[in-house]
Each structure stands twice: as C-alpha cells, then as structure tokens.
C-alpha cells in the first residue's frame, strides 16, 4: 500500500493504494472485520455462505485467493498511469454493480488494469465501459451516459453488471486456475438475482463460457452442444427444476466485448450494441427504448 494519499475524484477524500475497507471510499461495500478468502476453498465457504448481495459483495472486494492477480492489482494501484497519477487507486477486487433487483445481467470478462482497479465499480473508468455505459443509457437502462468513478450518480435501471473474473489480470488474461477460483462469487450473485433475472447479455467469447458455465451450474438446462458465442447470438434457456417461479427462463444474448480492438475497427458499432441491450431489455420487461 503506498503511503501518500490522493483526493478521490469525486468526493476530494483522502485515500491510499489500494484502498483499505471500510474507510469511506463511496459505494465501499466491506469494513474493516469483512471476512477475507485467501484461497480457492474460501472463496467457495464465503460465496456459499452470503445471505445477501451486501455480504456477497463485501466479501468480494477484499478476496486474496490468486496471489498472482493480488500482486498485479496492487502493483498496478502503487505505479498509476501517468493520467491518473493524482487519483487513489480502488486496488482491491471490483465487486458487481447494479440493480439490487434485476431484470437483466451483463457479464464480462474482468476489471481494467485503470478502469474497474482505479474506480473500484465495474467497467467504470476505461473506453470499453464509456461505450458500455453511454449504450445503457441511450437505450434507458442507465440514468447518465458516462460512469467515471463510484459516487459519481450513475445509477442502473433493471441492470447488474457483474464479471467472471473480479481482479484486473496482467495481459487481461486471467489464468484458467483464477478464473476457477473466481467463479463460486459469479455463481453467487447469479443465484442470489435470479429470481428476478430474464435475460444476460454476454460480453465477448468469454463473459458468454462464463454464463453458460454459471446457468448450467444453477440448473438450467443448456443444449448440447454448448450453443456458441456469436454477436446477436441466442438461445433460451429453462430451469431444470421443479421451482420456475425461482429460476423463470432465461434468454442469454451474445455481443462482441465493446474493447478498442472491436470498437476502433468497426466490429462493434454503436446500432449493434444498441440493438442487443434492447433485444435483451425487451424480454426482460425493462422500460428501455
């Protein structure tokens, strides 16, 4: 943790890198005694055990399981980007984010190294979630169509934005045994919102694995083959069990991940993102338009 404090960008509070829990960074779902998973088995006791998304969440930001990705984050929150050199770093995992309640689901991959790391919400703070966030609003899923830090207003409407991996990995490139140990919190949240859940938009090839993986582990009944990943791709998916007031069915849509790389060249445009949120908003009953 670096000595110096900065003013957060938002709120002019002082805080060091990575930020510790529980000392008024907005929307600081931990305190200082939230119990911390130093390894796969904990994460799996801790996720299991949460009664609620509060707890849930709590216990998401402050996970040490994945030495390498705690390194990485902490490392990233103490040597900032020369941009945002003035500003405190997050440096912790980024927790999901969202409607309490929601209708709908988007699934990513994991934090930016200087987006969800530095701002402490997800997609919040980089290019991919400027396009995230501008996409939510214009179709009425998001009261404002810029997310810069937490506390910042933003607000989402029927939405929960949640990621398969909850620390920003070197390379962008979570390792398979992270990713492994990530997904009880993942399983989680999605259990915990599925009463209300119709339908997930799926951020790129792997925020889709990682929703299938996590429908298929809540016993909804995936096609075999395991449908593939494509933009606008679809498919719905029922509950297996006998409680469907529980679990109702749900639609997953694909969308290539708003990254540069998509975005710079023309694969993803802004209709086409539009275009998938709303398609998903639309099944779930949300008021976008």
């Known amino acids: ?127 991919s979630g400027d396009w995230l966030f501008a996409a939510l609003a214009r179709v009425g899923l998001a009261v404002q169509p810029t997310s810069v830090s937490a506390g910042d207003g933003q607000r989402l409407l029927g939405v929960r934005v949640v990621a398969a991996v909850r620390c920003a990995p070197p390379a962008n490139k979570p390792l398979p045994a992270e990713r492994d140990a990530c997904f009880p919190w993942l399983r989680r949240e999605w259990e915990l919102s599925a009463p209300t859940v119709r339908s997930v938009v799926a951020l790129g090839s792997y925020g889709w694995t990682a929703a299938v993986r996590t429908l298929a582990a809540l016993g909804y009944r995936v096609p075999r083959p395991r449908p593939r990943f494509g933009h606008a791709a679809e498919v719905l998916l029922t509950a297996a069990d006998q409680h469907p007031a529980e679990r109702p069915e749900v639609l997953l849509v694909g969308s290539y991940h708003p990254s540069q790389q998509n975005t710079f060249t023309g694969k993803l445009t802004e209709p086409m993102l539009d275009a998938v949120l709303t398609r998903a908003a639309d099944h779930a009953g949300l008021p976008a338009h």
């Open 1 to 127: 943790m670096t000595t110096d404090r900065r003013p957060h960008p938002v709120t002019g509070a002082l805080f060091a890198s990575p930020v510790a829990p529980g000392t008024g960074w907005p929307d600081d779902p931990a305190e200082p005694g939230t119990p911390v998973a130093h390894d796969a088995a904990e994460v799996e006791r801790l996720a299991a055990s949460a009664p609620d998304l509060g707890e849930l969440t709590a216990a998401q930001s402050v996970c040490r399981a994945c030495p390498r990705l705690v390194e990485w984050r902490e490392e990233v929150a103490a040597s900032p980007r020369r941009s945002f050199a003035a500003q405190p770093y997050w440096g912790r995992p980024v927790p999901g984010w969202g409607d309490p309640a929601p209708g709908m689901l988007v699934v990513g991959l994991a934090p930016a190294a200087h987006g969800g790391n530095r701002t402490g919400r997800i997609f919040t703070g980089d290019r």
